[in-house]
């Protein structure tokens, strides 16, 4: 369970369930004759005709259970002399055609009890997290009393009047002859134990949880908050578990490394623990930072620093030096003050803070200005498996990875390669970065790009500029494939066009995108050149676990046939006994399932996933081989001014996109990069979601062969180099003249080599 949405929670019950003890309770407090009239009270009728004509108006109504059934049941709540009318007459005849039974049994089940319980049972789930026949005398006194005022006797709302309903009603049964008085004065002692229970959630994903409901709505309408619907997502629960703790681990780094911006708020010091509390209680937690307030500091001749802290909960903790030490002041996202030497030049009594809990104790933290999303697919038919769309959704429910549009920059930069390898480029094509100014008619001025690091290193190969991220290098390339042709090609992976720039900074990355988009863009290299959709729903039932919607994904499935109606076929025939094995017809598998579209060749798919695998192996994502895989492939992205950093990364069955920045772009500061702050999320999701998976190791299709080259040049290498590598190329492509042996080869085998 990750979420429930609704306007009323109602588990329905028989007769036989109601424990008498309530039936009692409910008499005593609403109708004590319900099983001796007919249905109407002529003694409360006259008192209600009564108030009607001295005042205009009808304030207690005078009604029985009979009649509060007819009207919750068939009538409007306006209190007007037409509708009692009409109330007296249906239920003289309810009382005709109904039981008493009968009539009780429809009167618990539809009455409101607050919050939005409606029905008994529902009510003792909500207060008390247990079913109606496991209540106590004094519970079951509770819940009788909220029929007449659901808000103003609610035990939450307000104990006081809750407690004082509740006693009164006990005195009644006492009265009636119900309980005896040492029954009474026994539940009347009992102290208010009643509290919220709502659904048991067992995930934390609230940003899936809301795109499920908002895609429910649109297929169903408002009829999903009443007809007691169920919907299964694709989520998988250790991925998301995964997923959150890798980006709130990822950003609570982020803030370590940029310092400590002070208290929250500043409260008066000489305020008492439970004024405290009671403003502490009014500050929610974010993830997993809770609000504390400081109590004491130590003295700056003190042996131990140290500060104690009240938390919500009442509870008086301790941090000690470790915990704080590393709150240096932030200054900017490039500058931080001197450390601290004291606990009291980081922290004074009244400072409202935050705290984090870890496996050394209590620590200071800050809720982070910075924000990420992370998303991962299947690469087989795109099922969401994990979702972050912030570092909260209590704090703001903006959802980044489906809402937020940013640059990629780098990271987009394997879509122009792969453009290219479809045109004729191969791993070993010769670009020269060198410094260039391009007159571009779509562009403002004349634009001078440059690598990130200011250096021109001349003639580089296709492999090295992509996992070495060469600005230069990916201009060329474009300009060479043209931009109109390269769009045409990029946007098959699904990406807007009105979101991609028309002139040469595509190459670097200039386009529009979501981490949802970039992440089934590269669902593509991953799985052999298949085109998904991404989808978060699996199915959905009513309360009678009836199907009404079933996911029908675009799937990979090589050498299939897409045959529906063949295996609906089959279903009736087995359900015959007419077995019939359809599995294979002709050699070539049947599924009822769409089958994805190709839309790059298997030839391309391998070299650009091929050449991304050195991105991690020796380029810009070698953190990730900590991971001690060798399936793994991605590409890191910065852009300018280091307003955004990201990686997107996958093996064969898995792809995940991280994204880093401020909902308001502003640099993130001069040494965060992609590799620095989106990287090392993607490799504790990565970490955690691959856990117990095996490789998926690479294989090359048919029409690829790998040949020794040259490095410098691209050409086949010369008999007896020695610092020659390993390529791998389309056969048709294989270079076919050798480097020309210059000077004295030095004897030594490149660490280059790729097999």
């Known amino acids: 369970m990750i979420a429930e949405f609704g306007e009323k929670r109602r588990v329905p019950i028989n007769y036989d369930q109601i424990p008498e003890p309530f039936v009692q309770a409910i008499l005593a407090a609403e109708d004590s004759r319900y099983f001796d009239h007919g249905g109407i009270d002529f003694k409360g009728l006259a008192r209600a005709a009564f108030q009607l004509a001295s005042t205009g108006r009808i304030k207690t109504g005078g009604s029985t259970i009979t009649m509060q059934v007819a009207r919750n049941y068939l009538l409007t709540l306006e209190r007007t002399f037409i509708r009692k009318f009409k109330e007296i007459i249906l239920s003289l005849q309810m009382e005709q055609q109904l039981s008493k039974k009968e009539i009780l049994e429809l009167y618990v089940n539809k009455i409101y009890l607050g919050n939005r319980a409606y029905g008994i049972q529902a009510a003792a789930n909500v207060y008390y997290g247990r079913d109606i026949g496991q209540l106590t005398l004094a519970e079951l006194a509770m819940i009788a009393g909220l029929p007449k005022a659901p808000s103003a006797y609610n035990p939450l709302a307000n104990p006081p009047r809750a407690l004082e309903r509740r006693n009164w009603i006990l005195a009644r049964m006492q009265k009636l002859g119900y309980i005896d008085a040492s029954q009474m004065t026994e539940a009347q002692q009992a102290p208010i134990t009643a509290a919220y229970h709502g659904a048991d959630i067992e995930l934390y994903a609230p940003y899936i949880a809301e795109m499920v409901r908002s895609d429910l709505l649109s297929r169903f309408g408002e009829s999903i908050y009443i007809d007691g619907f169920n919907a299964y997502t694709t989520i998988r629960s250790t991925d998301q578990q995964a997923a959150n703790q890798a980006v709130v681990k990822g950003l609570m780094a982020y803030e370590l490394r940029h310092g400590y911006r002070g208290a929250e708020q500043k409260w008066d010091a000489s305020l008492t623990k439970p004024q405290y509390l009671d403003k502490l209680r009014q500050i929610p937690s974010y993830a997993s930072l809770e609000p504390a307030v400081v109590l004491a500091v130590s003295d700056e001749k003190a042996e131990k620093q140290r500060a104690g802290l009240l938390l919500r909960n009442g509870e008086v903790v301790e941090l000690d030096w470790d915990g704080i030490s590393w709150a240096r002041t932030f200054k900017s996202v490039n500058s931080r003050g001197p450390a601290p030497t004291h606990a009291s030049q980081v922290l004074a009594a009244g400072d409202l803070v935050r705290v984090l809990m870890t496996d050394n104790g209590w620590v200071l933290r800050q809720i982070p200005r910075v924000q990420s999303a992370l998303v991962s697919l299947s690469t087989k038919d795109g099922a969401v498996r994990a979702l972050v769309g912030g570092f909260s959704f209590q704090q703001s429910k903006f959802n980044r990875v489906v809402q937020g549009t940013r640059q990629p920059g780098s990271n987009f930069k394997p879509f122009v390669y792969t ?66 042709p390269t769009l045409d090609y990029i946007q098959r992976f699904g990406f807007d066009g009105a979101r991609l720039p028309n002139n040469l900074s595509l190459a670097l ?26 989808y978060w729903l699996e199915r959905v039932t009513d309360r009678a676990g009836e199907e009404l919607f079933k996911a029908q994904p675009l799937t990979v499935c090589e050498g299939c046939i897409y045959a529906p109606e063949v295996m609906a076929g089959e279903e009736q025939a087995e359900s015959e006994s007419e077995i019939v094995d359809l599995s294979l017809q002709g050699g070539e598998a049947l599924t009822s399932l769409p089958l994805a579209p190709r839309i790059i060749d298997e030839q391309t798919a391998y070299l650009i996933n091929n050449i991304m695998q050195d991105v991690i192996k020796r380029g810009t994502g070698r953190k990730a081989a900590k991971l001690g895989r060798n399936d793994l492939a991605g590409k890191t992205g910065t852009t300018n001014d280091l307003k955004d950093a990201w990686f997107s990364g996958f093996n064969r069955n898995l792809v995940a996109s991280v994204w880093v920045g401020f909902d308001q772009p502003q640099t993130l500061g001069r040494s965060e990069f992609g590799s620095t702050a989106a990287l090392p999320i993607w490799i504790d999701y990565m970490e955690q979601a691959l ?6 190791p690479l294989i090359p299709p048919q029409g690829i062969v790998s040949v020794r080259i040259d490095p410098e040049t691209g050409l086949l290498a010369y008999p007896g180099q020695k610092n020659a590598i390993f390529e791998v190329f389309r056969k048709e492509d294989v270079p076919t003249a050798a480097a020309v042996r210059q000077g004295v080869s030095t004897g030594q085998v490149s660490s280059e080599e790729l097999f």
């Open 691 to 696: 856990q117990g998976e095996p490789e998926a």
């Open 419 to 484: 453009a290219a390898l479809a045109s004729g480029f191969t791993p070993a094509s010769i670009i020269n970065d060198a410094p260039v100014v391009f007159e571009d008619k779509n562009l403002e001025s004349s634009w001078r790009p440059e690598n990130y690091s200011k250096e021109f290193f001349g003639p580089t190969r296709f492999r090295e500029a992509l996992y070495k991220s060469r600005n230069l290098v990916s201009i060329r390339i474009l300009r060479t494939l043209g931009v109109k």
């Open 509 to 534: 990355g200039s386009a529009d995108v979501t981490p949802l988009e970039l992440a089934t863009g590269y669902a593509v290299f991953a799985n052999g050149g298949y085109k998904v959709e991404p």
